[in-house]
């Protein structure tokens, strides 16, 4: 049985008998006993009651193409060239990159229920289980090369805090570059990769992930501090469809006209989210370790750091940036 041919009848997270699962899928109480112990692998808290049955602790939902096409604006809808919505996945933005490989055009969407190698910056993995978060990317293309495209990283993370914001999640906050944080701890993130000609027409894959409901048990291996929308909203989180077709409806207008507007009309946007405004922070970048006060960032997205040496720039990479101790 694939996975979702269970999880579907425990979405409500209401009780189901082992029976009762059995005779809807037509097969054995062994083959059911064998799933139900298989979704508890992918991270999928499933309760046992005797008498009772088993559900899923407060249901689940699974992304729905129809629902997110039924959330989309006018616009996102006619920038959006296809809509992936899979099961699992090694990584949502590796997906995106094939489809480029294999001459898909820019607009399209991925995301999946879960994604088994999923990767944040400087090569870190990116916690991701199953059907408890939002992990998207999409394609979009540019023919100004890359330096076009200094800032949008910035950029996206502003589009993301306004999809939110419009779901009813406020306090929201940047960390530069890449960084969606709330109340200090991380939200989510952002990842772009490009491929084609870094000086003319090239592609660039998108990647956002939010924390929607994070389990503790997959949370273990995250180095830092965390949140979920779930903690954010008082156990009432936006739906993850829902949530999905908004951030498309920001992030695909965004990406459209960005090749041409560039940085500068989100700058001021970004300065007022950003959570290390004229606060003392370390970068770090290998074993290099750079201090001064943060002071916002130009019009091409460089971080403005102010050290005994004066204002000096700083451009994203393998760099990471930490309060000062």
């Not at 006209?257 to 370390?282: H, I, Q």
């Not at 960032?297 to 309060?323: H, K, N």
């Amino acid at each position: 049985m694939p996975n979702t041919t269970l999880v579907p009848l425990l979405a409500d997270g209401e009780f189901h008998s082992g029976q009762a699962l059995a005779d809807a899928l037509g097969v054995s109480r062994t083959a059911i006993w064998k799933q139900l112990n298989r979704l508890q692998s992918l991270g999928l808290q499933v309760e046992s009651v005797k008498g009772r049955g088993y559900r899923i602790p407060g249901g689940v939902e699974l992304l729905d193409e129809r629902q997110v096409r039924a959330g989309l604006t006018a616009s996102a809808r006619n920038l959006l060239g296809g809509l992936q919505l899979l099961e699992t996945v090694d990584s949502t933005n590796a997906e995106m990159l094939r489809g480029i490989a294999a001459g898909c055009g820019p607009g399209q969407a991925c995301s999946a229920e879960q994604q088994t190698a999923g990767r944040g910056r400087r090569g870190r993995e990116w916690v991701s289980p199953y059907a408890r978060n939002i992990y998207l990317s999409f394609s979009w293309e540019y023919h100004q090369g890359a330096a076009a495209l200094e800032g949008l990283s910035l950029a996206v993370g502003v589009a993301v805090v306004r999809a939110l914001n419009g779901l009813g999640v406020p306090g929201l906050q940047l960390k530069w570059p890449n960084d969606l944080l709330a109340n200090g701890a991380k939200l989510g993130g952002v990842l772009l990769e490009m491929a084609g000609d870094a000086a003319g027409r090239c592609q660039v894959v998108v990647g956002v992930g939010i924390n929607v409901a994070m389990p503790a048990a997959a949370a273990e291996g995250i180095d830092q501090a965390w949140t979920d929308l779930t903690h954010l909203s008082g156990g009432k989180p936006p739906g993850r469809n829902a949530l999905l077709a908004a951030l498309l409806n920001e992030l695909l207008p965004l990406a459209s006209t960005f090749g041409d507007t560039g940085f500068t009309p989100w700058r001021d946007s970004w300065m007022t989210l950003d959570a290390f405004a004229d606060k003392p922070v370390v970068l770090h970048s290998g074993e290099q370790r750079q201090a001064g006060v943060a002071r916002g960032v130009d019009a091409r997205g460089a971080l403005q750091l102010e050290t005994t040496l004066g204002l000096q720039s700083v451009y994203g990479g393998e760099i990471s940036l930490r309060a000062a101790p």
